[in-house]
């Protein structure tokens, strides 16, 4: 497993003042001239600076869950505060702020542009927040730096290991200083030794105050969260030992 360097520089991501907090959240779909309930009245709070993680089964609507955190998707009813920002009423163009500012996401297929290098990668995670370019450099390098990737800013995606490839999102998404790193089963494609590399990243950036939700199907990253949800048929059940 890889080491990261307690002592590199770092871009200093905050929660400051960070803390959803879901009231009556529903969410409604049509399928086939059918409805489809993928949240049916969640109530749920998470603290600044808090990891959590969440479970279940396949269609219980982790997904839609995590879309509403990230305002990629607003509830059929009910609101969803980011701070004191209702991602419920905000207008598109509002959304679309919250997530360029305010949200970091990191996915398990990486989504990182092949022909680009790992720093030109983080880069573009900074594009919507029109940087100059001195400013927008040593966020990337600071990025890189926190999570070990200093010596690969230079390395196509296809010249590094899928840890590191994970470690390459991860800087683009505190590049921009978020107040919520969303994660979506950040470990699914890694072995072990990559996953627990990747938790060693995540964890350090919680313990320096970034709420973290995380989606996983894999009990040994729940395990590591200090808050265990559980979401099964659009309900939440906190599961906290």
Known sequence: MTVIDDTIATPAP?????A???????????????????LTGVDLQIEAGEFATIQGPTG???????????????????TVLLGDTDLAAASATNLQKVRAHEIGFVFQAFNLIPTLTAAENVAMGLEPLHLDRAERD??????????????????????????????????????????????????????ESMRDEI??????????????????????????ARR???LDKGSVTDITA
């Open 20 to 38: 959803y907090r879901l009231t009556s959240v529903t969410k409604t779909y049509r399928q086939k001239g059918r409805e489809v309930k993928a």
């Open 199 to 224: 938790l060693v990243v995540l964890e350090r950036l919680n313990a320096e105050g970034l709420t973290l939700v995380v989606v996983t199907h894999d009990s040994a990253v729940a395990r590591r």
């Open 14 to 18: 905050t929660a400051a003042g960070a």
């Open 60 to 78: 219980g609507g982790k997904s839609t869950l995590l879309q509403m955190l990230g305002a990629l998707d607003v509830p059929t009813s009910g």
């Open 228 to 230: 265990r949800l559980r």
């Open 138 to 191: 040593a966020r990337v390098a600071e990025a890189l730096a926190h999570v070990g990737l200093s010596d690969r800013g230079g390395h196509r995606p296809g010249e590094l290991s899928g840890g590191q490839r994970q470690r390459v999102a991860i800087a683009r998404a505190i590049a921009k200083r978020p107040r919520a790193l969303l994660a979506d089963v950040p470990t699914g494609d890694l072995d």
